[in-house]
């Protein structure tokens, strides 16, 4: 029986730079879909994400002393985004260090509460 041997680049997360205690955020691509129809939210959504990643949040006193104005709703911790102009929108399991951004919404369509 022959061992194959398979390339470092095609193994599971070979090209992951993370340290062990950087956070995933599931999923980049929304902020992207976001920042594609409004500009604007590009530099602040990169900025939340690169404070996100590499943030040791145990809860939400933690978080709001990163961000004082985030705010829990339901099951949901609620971000401002550029001034309060945006809403991101996201699920955090502390305990498996994973953020999962469920939605960004400018500020009035996030008031609409239809997310919820």
């Keep these: 029986?022959?061992?194959?041997?398979?390339?470092a680049a095609l193994t599971l997360n070979s090209d992951r730079t993370e340290r062990p205690s950087d956070r995933t955020v599931i999923s980049?691509?929304?902020?992207?879909?976001?920042?594609a129809r409004r500009a604007d939210a590009?530099?602040?959504?990169?900025?939340?994400?690169?404070?996100?990643?590499?943030?040791q949040w145990n809860n939400l006193v933690e978080i709001q002393q990163t961000y004082p104005s985030a705010e829990?709703?339901?099951?949901?911790t609620v971000f401002n985004i550029k001034g309060n102009a945006y809403r991101l929108?996201?699920?955090i399991e502390y305990h498996l260090h994973i953020i999962f951004?469920?939605?960004?919404f400018p500020h009035a369509e996030y008031?609409?509460?239809k997310w919820k």
């Design 42 to 55: 590009e530099n602040p959504l990169k900025a939340w994400y690169g404070v996100a990643r590499r943030a």
């Design 28 to 35: 980049r691509r929304r902020l992207r879909a976001f920042w």
């Design 111 to 113: 008031d609409k509460d």
């Design 1 to 7: 029986m022959a061992l194959r041997v398979v390339p």
């Design 72 to 76: 829990a709703v339901g099951r949901y």
């Design 101 to 104: 951004i469920k939605e960004v």
């Design 89 to 91: 929108v996201a699920r």
